[in-house]
């Protein structure tokens, strides 16, 4: 038996459909690969008519989630991201549908983009990229610039992005702590805390990042008390996802200075609305959920989906089951 894998347009928020299914008809080269009709032009906001899809489906590789993927017959949904946030795992658990999702592969490109956050903020460079846009050669006073060699990170969250960012923070000499709920300790981790024990863990650190899934227990984790909690020249950096921090208490603890600045490559909501304040403080940083962006990522995918598709006819459990 050969599995039957539709590509969901909704990809397209990260990668072009066609380049996804070229890359699993390599990983898969015996399965039936076709990409979802989203009607009209398609595109990264499309929906896709159940009427299109017909009933042989067994599994859709999708960024988005859609109702109609509980009636559909599937045995199997791949998320094209970690966070599978927008899914409603119990509603597909009690189908017996399976969800698996793309964590794992995210370290590298997201620890880069982390240490440039830090590397900016260390040096400027995001304020002398303004004034180039604005013609001025404009040299900051030496006291305004630091090195990261030495100064100290707090990772909250240590699954593969936290790793990936505590290894190349240990890299450049930084003392690296972490937040996580297992005691193990972790390489390149000097300090584990627990999340009970967040404000202790980021009170002495040059930078926090904020690299946990989103759930119950992490929405709001990152709120006032927490962010009084860092230290006046202390960074934040959320790649995780927009509700993990308090958007509004990070406004105002900007405004009033009580940390330093941000780098957000994740809001609530998302887009960030044109009327944000974000978007206008020098100490501040905003990309478009971005920190991940890696041209190797469709191969990367199909990578996870081959393997899968393979477990799936030898009825192996499946790699990075979420339900
Ligand atoms: P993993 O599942 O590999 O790791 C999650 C980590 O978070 C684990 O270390 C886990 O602890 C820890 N954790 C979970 N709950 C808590 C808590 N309440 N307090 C402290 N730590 C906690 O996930 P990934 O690293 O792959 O991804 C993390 C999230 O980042 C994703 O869910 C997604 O939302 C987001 N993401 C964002 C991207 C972007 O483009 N900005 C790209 C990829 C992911 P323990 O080790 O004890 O289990």
């Known amino acids: 038996m050969s599995v039957t894998i539709g590509i969901?347009?909704?990809?397209?928020?990260?990668?072009?459909?066609?380049?996804?299914?070229?890359?699993?008809?390599?990983?898969?080269?015996?399965?039936?690969?076709?990409?979802?009709?989203?009607?009209?032009?398609?595109?990264?906001?499309?929906?896709v008519d159940p009427a299109s899809v017909g009933d042989s489906l067994d599994v859709v590789a999708s960024f988005g989630y859609e109702e109609w993927f509980l009636d559909a017959g599937l045995e199997w949904i791949h998320v094209v991201r970690a966070g599978h946030d927008e899914f409603p795992v119990d509603a597909l658990r009690e189908r017996g549908i399976a969800l698996t999702n793309s964590s794992?592969?995210?370290?590298?490109?997201?620890?880069?983009?982390?240490?440039?956050?830090?590397?900016?903020?260390?040096?400027?460079?995001?304020?002398?990229?303004?004034?180039?846009?604005?013609?001025?050669?404009?040299?900051?006073?030496?006291?305004?610039?630091?090195?990261?060699?030495?100064?100290?990170?707090?990772?909250?969250?240590l699954g593969t992005l936290g790793r990936g960012i505590a290894r190349r923070a240990d890299a450049l000499g930084m003392s690296v702590a972490g937040v996580r709920r297992t005691p193990a300790p972790v390489d390149h981790v000097e300090e584990?805390?627990?999340?009970?024990?967040?404000?202790?863990?980021v009170a002495d650190a040059r930078f926090v990042v904020l690299a946990v899934p989103l759930n119950p227990a992490t929405e709001g984790l990152f709120g006032a008390e927490e962010l009084a909690a860092m230290p006046e020249d202390a960074y934040l950096v959320n790649v995780a996802r927009g509700p993990v921090a308090d958007q509004s208490a990070v406004v105002d603890a900007l405004r009033s200075e009580s940390i330093a600045g941000a780098a957000l490559d994740v809001t609530d909501p998302e887009p960030l609305p044109e009327d944000s304040p974000l978007w206008g403080m020098e100490n501040v940083v905003v990309t478009p959920h971005a920190s991940a962006a890696d041209e190797a990522f469709p191969e990367r995918v199909a990578d996870i989906v081959g393997e899968n598709a393979r477990r799936l006819e030898t009825g192996e459990s499946l790699a990075n089951q979420v339900v």
């Open 8 to 47: 969901h347009p909704s990809v397209a928020r990260i990668v072009p459909p066609e380049r996804l299914e070229s890359e699993l008809s390599d990983a898969v080269p015996d399965a039936a690969i076709r990409v979802l009709d989203g009607g009209g032009d398609g595109g990264r906001d499309a929906t």
């Open 104 to 157: 794992g592969i995210h370290g590298a490109p997201v620890g880069e983009t982390v240490l440039g956050y830090m590397l900016q903020f260390a040096h400027g460079l995001h304020r002398y990229r303004t004034d180039q846009a604005d013609r001025e050669w404009n040299p900051r006073p030496w006291s305004e610039s630091f090195t990261l060699e030495g100064e100290r990170v707090c990772v909250v969250g």
């Open 192 to 201: 584990r805390y627990s999340p009970e024990n967040l404000r202790e863990a």
